[in-house]
């Protein structure tokens, strides 16, 4: 059975903190992918990035960087400088085995952070 | 181009009654998919449809229905809704295989008295 674990439940820094929210995974399947959603205040659920199981480079993206281990099976997300606009609940996310049109997604519970002006 | 769209965004009902929840998307995608949110339990899978034609039971299907009306369409219904379905439903879809994102409509806060 597929299993996400976002062990941080709420996270509160002050502005240009920088903070990293933390990811772990189980799975028995060889090739996965992983990915994190936004969903702020106003409750929709925004895509944020996608990283298959077989590329392990880090990846940033202007204040937000991913880092994904393996070894650790672990995906974890970092924001550079954090702003007001970056609260919400964060959530990790991970693929099933199936192929196809039945993939479906293991969410882990959200890590919700506060950022305090 | 709308994406996914949910009807209604609030609902109130009363334990027993019954409602559908409407889903459609305009991007051709062929899997849909309804969720839950509830405080502190993430989002849970209800019901997924992997092509029109085709419902699955995901994490938490008990007291729902589906019903996958075309490809652009997909409802979910609470045939006698009781105070534990109390919630805020997604919607969503994608298209077929591991790599794509699901995306999702903007929710339903349902409240079950």
């Known amino acids: 059975a597929q299993k996400v674990t976002q062990a941080q439940t709420e996270i509160s820094v002050v502005e240009k903190e920088d903070v990293t929210l933390d990811c772990v995974y189980e799975t028995r399947d060889t090739t996965y992918y992983l990915f994190w959603y936004k969903q702020p205040p106003s409750g929709e659920l925004v895509f944020l990035i996608r990283r298959n199981s077989f590329d392990e480079q880090n990846e940033i993206s202007g204040r937000y960087s991913w880092n994904f281990q393996k070894s650790t099976s672990s995906f974890n997300f970092t924001i550079t400088a954090s702003q007001v606009v970056d609260s919400a609940v964060y959530f990790c996310?991970?693929?099933?085995?199936?192929?196809?049109?039945?993939?479906?997604?293991?969410f882990g519970k959200g890590i919700t952070l506060s950022v305090r002006p | 181009n709308a994406g996914v769209t949910q009807t209604p965004k609030f609902q109130v009902l009363k334990t027993g009654q019954s409602m559908t929840l409407q889903c459609a998307q305009d991007m051709n995608h062929n899997s849909m998919y309804w969720y839950r949110q509830d405080p502190g339990m993430g989002l849970r899978l209800i019901y997924y449809?992997?092509?029109?034609?085709?419902?699955d039971k995901g994490e938490v299907p008990n007291g729902y229905n589906v019903s996958r009306l075309n490809k652009r369409e997909f409802s979910l219904r609470l045939e006698s809704a009781a105070p534990s379905q109390t919630s805020v439903y997604f919607c969503?879809?994608?298209?077929?295989?591991?790599?794509?994102?699901?995306?999702f409509g903007p929710g339903t806060r349902l409240t079950v008295l």
């Open positions: 969503a879809s994608k298209e077929s295989g591991r790599y794509y994102e699901q995306f």
């Open positions: 449809s992997a092509s029109e034609g085709t419902t």
């Open positions: 996310a991970l693929s099933d085995l199936r192929v196809g049109a039945n993939s479906k997604l293991t």
